[in-house]
Nanobody, 124 residues
Framework: VQLQASGGGLVETGGSLRLSCAAS????????MAWFRQAPGKEREFVAA????????YYADSVKGRFTISRDNDKNTLYLQMNSLKPDDTAVYYC??????????????????WGQGTQVTVSS
């Protein structure tokens, strides 16, 4: 399984970006797909997650109402639409795939496939 993240960049406060995560090398219908981020000097933190096949979607409180996780089955691609960006959103963003139980959806150690990360920088 390979995950390839892209779409990061430099944007001003209040701007938008859409991250993509191209998935290959497996069948993802049984996986939970997630986005995490890591800012300099901080631990990796959960951003959003959803099962590839559908169902509940989970967001960190800090991004709820601003970010949207989605996927395109035909393209085998996971997305993270980020609106109303803030300087605190600056981080390297990673996509991940795993099979966590419901209560562990936000735990990074439950995901065993990771993309390489894409840098998002929000200027003030």
């Amino acid at each position: 399984v390979q995950l390839q993240a892209s779409g990061g960049g430099l944007v001003e406060t209040g701007g938008s970006l859409r991250l993509s995560c191209a998935a290959s090398g497996g069948t993802f219908s049984s996986y939970t797909m997630a986005w995490f981020r890591q800012a300099p000097g901080k631990e990796r933190e959960f951003v959003a997650a959803r099962r590839w096949s559908g169902g509940n979607i989970y967001y960190a409180d800090s991004v709820k109402g601003r970010f949207t996780i989605s996927r395109d089955n035909d393209k085998n691609t996971l997305y993270l639409q980020m609106n109303s960006l803030k300087p605190d959103d600056t981080a390297v963003y990673y996509c991940a795939a795993g099979r966590p139980i419901l209560s562990e959806t936000r735990a990074s150690q439950m995901y065993y496939y990771w993309g390489q990360g894409t840098q998002v920088t929000v200027s003030s």
